[in-house]
């Protein structure tokens, strides 16, 4: 079975800092990862996947994670925040067929 | 059609009345996804199909919830006897199991409110 354990419920961070989002998920198969993001009032949106390959991924907005098999982690992170990017954040994990989500961290940018 | 579509996207209904919810998967998807969201909880998993097996049935909250999938494509979730905590936004999914498109696209979800 698999589950995904976001840390961080809420962040703030102020405008043109960094921020790092964390994830951690358990798993007794291989795993593809997921970071979706969902703007206020509206739908939930891939933000970027990792299936195979390169450990380092990078997705729309900016954004990037980089998967730590060892750790067994797939923290989000941005290098410079804009005040576009609060939003609720939700980390993901797809083993052999179903897709479970984390419990989301909600990312509030402070002019 | 273009994307994952869901009806209707408010419901208001009375506690004790039967509800359902209808969603209508990206063509040619065989994975589909109920889940629901409630304030502050996250994505709480219900319901997934795929293709003709048997669904995991093991996030139903209770046997009031109960969802099938006809021809493979589209879905209704069914609540009955709804309770107030039933209040929530429910969300659906769908995906391909192709290998580089295995992400889930989701629809606008519908509002249920129970009163």
């Known amino acids: 079975a698999q589950s995904v354990t976001q840390l961080d419920s809420q962040v703030p961070v102020f405008e043109e800092a960094p921020v790092e989002l964390r994830c951690n998920y358990s798993?007794?198969?291989?795993?593809?990862l997921f970071w979706y993001v969902q703007y206020p009032n509206q739908g939930l949106q891939l933000l970027l996947k990792?299936?195979?390959?390169?450990?380092l991924v990078k997705g729309i907005n900016g954004f990037e994670a980089e998967f730590n098999k060892s750790q067994t982690s797939f923290h989000l992170r941005k290098p410079s925040v804009h005040i576009s990017d609060t939003a609720e954040y939700f980390c993901?994990?797809?083993?052999?067929?179903?897709?479970?989500f984390g419990t989301g961290t909600r990312l509030t940018v402070i002019p | 059609g273009a994307g994952v579509s869901q009806s209707p996207s408010n419901k208001v209904t009375e506690k004790g009345k039967d509800v359902e919810l209808r969603c209508d998967p990206i063509?040619?998807?065989?994975?589909l996804y109920w889940y629901r969201q409630s304030l502050g909880q996250g994505l709480e998993f219900l319901i997934y199909?795929?293709?003709?097996?048997?669904?995991?049935k093991s996030g139903l909250p209770s046997d009031r919830f109960s969802a099938e999938r006809t021809g493979g494509s589209v879905s209704t979730l069914t609540i009955q006897r709804t309770q107030q905590e039933d209040s929530a936004v429910y969300l659906c999914?769908?995906?391909?199991?192709?290998?580089?498109?295995?992400?889930?696209?989701f629809g606008q979800g519908t509002r249920l409110t129970v009163v």
């Open positions: 999914a769908s995906s391909s199991q192709v290998f580089q498109n295995t992400e889930a696209f």
């Open positions: 798993s007794s198969v291989s795993v593809y």
């Open positions: 990792y299936l195979s390959g390169s450990t």
């Open positions: 993901a994990v797809r083993g052999a067929n179903n897709l479970f």
């Open positions: 063509s040619g998807h065989t994975a």
């Open positions: 199909f795929q293709g003709n097996s048997a669904p995991d």
